[in-house]
Every structure is written in C-alpha cells, then in structure tokens.
C-alpha cells in the first residue's frame, strides 16, 4: 500500500480528483484545483463553494487558542477562499465534531468567534449539522457570488505580468512560534508580540481588496490566497498557468514586529516565503490593468516570466524558489 506521507497532500488531492471529477459538466465550471468550486446560477452570475476542516490538536492548540479564537479563524480561512476568487461571500454553514469534555459554554463561545468573524463581512451562518467526535472538528463551507466575468483563477498569469501581494507576510508564522515556544512579550518587545500574535490567531480575509478593485475595475489575471506559504502559492499559480517567475528578496513586504522578532530561530526572509496562515492575497497582473490601483493596497516582488521560478537574492544571485510551506500529509 502507497503511503500518504510519501505521496503528499497535493499528490493526494490529484489521485483523489481522478476518482471524483475525471470530467467536470455544466453547471460546474471549475471544481477541484482553485481555491473554491464554481458553478453557474444563470445568466451571467456564478456561486463560489469552500469548505475547510479545523482539527483540535492540528489546527488549533487550546494551550493557547480561545474557543472565540478557533471559531473566529476557521470562519476567516474560509472567506479567504472566497477573496481568492474575487467573490463576495453571502453564508455559511457549520458542521461540528463535539468531544464529551467540551462544555456548553465552549460551545456559546467557538459560535460567538464564528460569528463575529461571519457578521464582519455580511455573511449570515445558515445552519449545519453537530456530532460526537473525539476531539474538536470544526468544518466550515461557506458559499459566495460574483458575476462570471469577475471570477480570477489561478490559470491566468502571463509572462510580463507584475507579480503583488497585499499586506505583508510572515507575521502569522512567526506568532505561532512564539506561541508554540511560550515565548514572552519582554523577549521581542510587547508591541511586536502582540501584532505577530494577533496575525495568527486572527487573519483577516481580504475581502476588502476585493471590494476596492470592483470600484475601481480592476480584474488580476491570477490570484490566491497565501494559506501555505508565498513560495507555495507561487508555485501553484505558475503550474495552473504554465509559466515561471521571478521574485524579488529586497521587494518582499516585512512587518516592523516581524523585523523586530529577532530571537525567534526562521529568519524573516523564510517567515515571509515559507510560512503559512497569512491570507493575503498573492496576486498577478499586468501594469495596464493595475493603473487606476491603490499603490498602498500592495507590493510588487516580481514579474511572471517564460520558465522557472526563481528569487533573486538581495546579493545580486539568482537561486530556484525551492517551496517548503505546510503540507498536511509530510512526514513529522
């Protein structure tokens, strides 16, 4: 028998996609392979489907999580999935795996995290489905619109095209290794502690951008959400788009607090192209159709290039933009 570990999550999610979708039909127009599925309602709108399952233990540590905390995350790496298609999110259902050692009162808080998180963006939590399980399993779908002719897809980017990201990167990673390492306010300073500690344990979806390029009519030719990793992401743009890349060291976008975390073991540099939990939003397009933009709403690292992925190093060197984000199913 082939071993998950070996074969990896992205090879499990192909071999698993050729059992369930070998021919994806109408009304669906892209299932497995995007940040969300998408199917057509008519005319010229589309509704966009994501699901993410949140594990006690994997996902979460109640060391340092908060019920509020856990349920206010799993709402938002969902609506994530949604900004990465350039939709807007209308609502969400919750499915529950419950251990006997949870109490009621856990519970009133996990929904209230769930539904701040929910009610920030308009989107209204539906319903679900609740269940006995050995440990906390929080399983979110959240269901969004856009008129097809807005959705971005992964497969868009072309060679010239500038390579962006809003926000800045790292910051999550690195709160959670403070947390992880009980790290202490006094060791990186109070203000950075909490700002790198805040960006794990409560990302924000960039709906905001997404709502800030409709007024302004701008469509990216390829966007993503950084849930695993710049380096990750990157990869999966250029494979869906059959193209290469080059990014810049010196141009990537570095928190102060970040810079500041000088104990913790992961140069920045690493934090920002390896770690994961940031939902930004890792996006390509070309400088004509980014002319009326907000240049405060992103960075540009790159362009997108015939072949390969490379970084240039702020030493002058070219290396390969070798991934090593979060894979579910690597070896420990």
Known sequence: MSSIEQAGEFNLIHRLTSISSPNVKLPIITGIGDDAAIYRTGNDRVQVVTTDA?????????????????????????????????AHPILATIAL???????????EALYQGLTVGASAHGVQIAGGDTTRAPVL?????????????????????????????????????AGLDILRHGIKPEAVGSTAWNLLVARHLRPTPRLDLVKEWASQGIRPSALIDISDGLANELHHICAASGCGATIWESRLPLSEALRAAVILERGSVDYALNGGDDYELLFTA???????ANPASFTT?????????LLHRTDGSLEPLVPAGHDHFSAI
């Open 137 to 173: 399993m929080l399983t979110v779908t959240v269901i969004g619109e856009a008129k097809a002719s807005e959705i971005v897809y992964r497969n868009g980017a072309r060679t010239g095209d500038m390579i962006c990201v809003s926000g800045t990167l790292g910051g999550a990673s």
């Open 54 to 86: 949140l594990i006690e233990g994997y996902h979460f540590d109640f060391a340092f999580y908060s019920m509020e905390d856990a349920g206010y995350k799993a709402m938002a790496v969902n609506l994530s999935d949604i900004a990465a298609m350039n």
């Open 301 to 309: 690292i790159g362009t997108i290039t015939e072949k390969d992925i």
């Open 286 to 292: 070309s400088e004509q159709a980014l002319k009326n």
């Open 97 to 107: 795996g419950v251990p006997r050692s949870v109490s009621m009162e856990n519970l």
